[in-house]
């Protein structure tokens, strides 16, 4: 009666109660799950990033540096691109845009 009680008080009746039949949380006939993973694993908020080179774009535009604009359209690219084969071909345009003069 006394452990009882103490059980109740401390809120211990769950934790020691005894079960003969095992529980589980896993259906096995039900278990065939396939995980996949993303490619890419970041920790970035890629909603501050695209507001900071918004930001910063708009600075660069008054600073007058076509290279500066080029690196910012580079990484606004990174933040906004998904597949690596896109952001290779507008990384190659970005490189292209050196000899006409800006970065569009």
Do not use: C, W
Not at 1 to 12: D, P
Not at 23 to 48: C, H, I, K, M, W
Not at 80 to 98: K, P, Q, T
């Amino acid at each position: 009666m006394k452990v009882e009680m103490i059980n109740r008080m401390a809120h211990l009746t769950p934790v020691r109660t005894y079960r003969l039949a095992q529980a589980s949380g896993v259906d096995y006939d039900a278990a065939n799950v396939v995980v996949t993973y993303p490619q890419r694993f970041e920790l970035r908020d890629r909603r501050a990033d695209l507001d900071f080179l918004v930001r910063a774009k708009e600075v660069t535009a008054k600073i007058g540096s076509s290279t500066l604009q080029r690196e910012i359209d580079r990484q606004l690219a990174r933040v906004v691109l998904e597949r690596d084969d896109v952001l290779e071909v507008v990384e190659g345009e970005l490189g292209d845009s050196v000899s006409s003069g800006g970065g569009g």
